[in-house]
């Protein structure tokens, strides 16, 4: 990960376990065409390494707590998407009915937890977005899950493209409202990861 090397990721960690989402970004921006090769390699599917990266980044940002005291940060980074990497193919496994018997108990016990702390910040999203007002949330889901452009719904519902994108800021402005509400203060990116990876379901509420 020697393309890393201009930024110190140390110093990103530092920055992200105080909250800082620049450095998110930032992380983010510089490590995944590096990661990517890596997962797409054990996965085998591109849908599978988008999810893995989703998860792997929302995982992170949720254990921000604990970046601060990660001495070897790219060796850490590789084991995260490694573990999101094996929990997406025993996903699989399960749905196909097959099991897996090399699964050591502490990292099954690490990927439920983590598993389930992404499921509690996906469904206070999904919450968010449809206690959105109906019009808002209309333009907000013709954006992020119908993938329309600014001018294409500015078109198709009979509104400027300023009225659009100053619609779009204030409903993720009143998601992450929503978020900070129940403890969860969540960087944009990560919230797009989550609507992207719900985006069949927050579709039916249209």
């Known amino acids: 990960m020697d393309e890393l090397l201009h930024h110190n990721i140390n110093q990103l960690f530092i920055s992200i376990s105080e909250g800082n989402e620049s450095a998110f970004n930032t992380l983010f921006r510089q490590s995944v065409p590096v990661l990517y090769p890596f997962i797409f390699r054990l996965v085998k599917q591109a849908a599978a390494a988008e999810e893995v990266i989703q998860s792997s980044f929302l995982r992170i940002w949720l254990s921000r707590d604990k970046l601060a005291g990660i001495t070897h940060a790219k060796a850490w980074l590789y084991k995260v998407v490694a573990n999101e990497c094996y929990t997406y193919l025993r ?9 897996s018997d090399a699964w050591p108990g502490e990292e099954a016990d690490n990927s439920l937890a983590a598993e389930l702390s992404l499921n509690e910040t996906q469904r206070l999203i999904t919450q968010a977005v449809s206690k959105l007002p109906p ?10 899950q119908q993938g329309l452009s600014i001018p ?37 990116l990560v919230i797009l990861f989550c609507l992207n990876s719900q985006a069949a379901h927050t579709t039916m509420m249209l």
């Open 91 to 99: 996903k699989e496994a399960r749905e196909l009915q097959l099991r």
């Open 152 to 188: 294409e719904i500015a078109e198709s519902l009979g509104l400027s493209s300023n009225s659009v994108k100053n619609t779009l800021v204030l409903a993720l402005r009143d998601i992450r409202e929503h978020l900070a509400r129940h403890g969860q203060f969540i960087p944009v």
């Open 135 to 144: 019009q808002r949330r209309r333009i907000f889901i013709m954006s992020r």
